[in-house]
């Protein structure tokens, strides 16, 4: 089986730099994803790491260690606009389609 | 380009009735997939599609029927909707590629509440 662990909160002021942590148990897999939901809106895909290190997209940095069943999301010069809850997600190694596997997510508040 | 659209946004039913969840995609997608997400928790898989003609059980598929009759839709439906149904639920797709990168397109949601 799987399981996903986020922290549930974190706070953060604007301009400054927050790290979200993700660690998993699973069977195997062939990615973790990143994903970014602003409250009542759908979920909207921000990175994937398929091999271990560091992918970087902008203000935004993921980061995979399978060796240590850990991952990250960085996220740099906070805007208020950021503020939203994001979701670590796994493409479990099976057979079948790309069924993604969510952790519970870290609602992320950014201040002034 | 809509993207993945859902239909409807809200709907309020009472225990015991049924109905259908629409689903539509125009990104010629394969995979598509129905989630339902619950306060304060992520997004668990009902149902998913790998192709037309074809669909599979998720984590949580109890009460729940999907069809996929044509590539771009994908229906869930509830025969006898139960209070614990309450939810939101999204569809999305994804392209085929488990080994490169993978990202799913969300639709807006439709917020469920069951009485």
């Known amino acids: 089986g799987q399981s996903l662990e986020q922290p549930s909160e974190v706070t953060a002021v604007e301009g400054a730099i927050v790290q979200i942590n993700c660690t998993y148990q699973?069977?195997?897999?062939?990615?973790l994803s990143w994903y970014q939901q602003h409250d009542g809106g759908a979920p909207t895909f921000l990175s994937y790491?398929?091999?271990?290190g560091l992918e970087e997209t902008g203000r935004f940095s993921s980061f995979l260690s399978r060796s240590d069943s850990y991952g990250y999301l960085l996220l740099q010069e906070l805007q208020m606009k950021d503020s939203a809850s994001y979701f670590c997600?796994?493409?479990?190694?099976?057979?079948?389609?790309?069924?993604?596997?969510f952790g519970t997510g870290t609602r992320l508040t950014v201040i002034p | 380009n809509a993207g993945v659209t859902q239909t409807p946004k809200f709907r309020v039913l009472k225990t015991g009735q049924s109905m259908t969840l629409l689903c539509a995609q125009d990104?010629?997608?394969?995979?598509m997939y129905w989630y339902r997400q619950d306060p304060g928790m992520g997004l668990r898989l009902i149902h998913y599609?790998?192709?037309?003609?074809?669909?599979a059980k998720g984590e949580v598929p109890d009460g729940y029927n999907v069809s996929r009759l044509k590539k771009q839709n994908f229906l869930l439906g509830l025969e006898s909707a139960a209070p614990s149904q309450t939810s939101v639920y999204f569809c999305?797709?994804?392209?085929?590629?488990?080994?490169?990168?993978?990202?799913?397109?969300f639709g807006p949601g439709t917020r469920l509440t069951v009485l």
């Open positions: 699973t069977s195997g897999f062939y990615g």
């Open positions: 790491n398929g091999l271990d």
């Open positions: 990104m010629n997608h394969e995979y």
């Open positions: 999305a797709s994804s392209y085929r590629g488990a080994s490169g990168r993978v990202g799913g397109f």
């Open positions: 997600a796994v493409l479990p190694r099976r057979t079948g389609a790309n069924n993604l596997f």
């Open positions: 599609s790998v192709g037309e003609g074809t669909t």
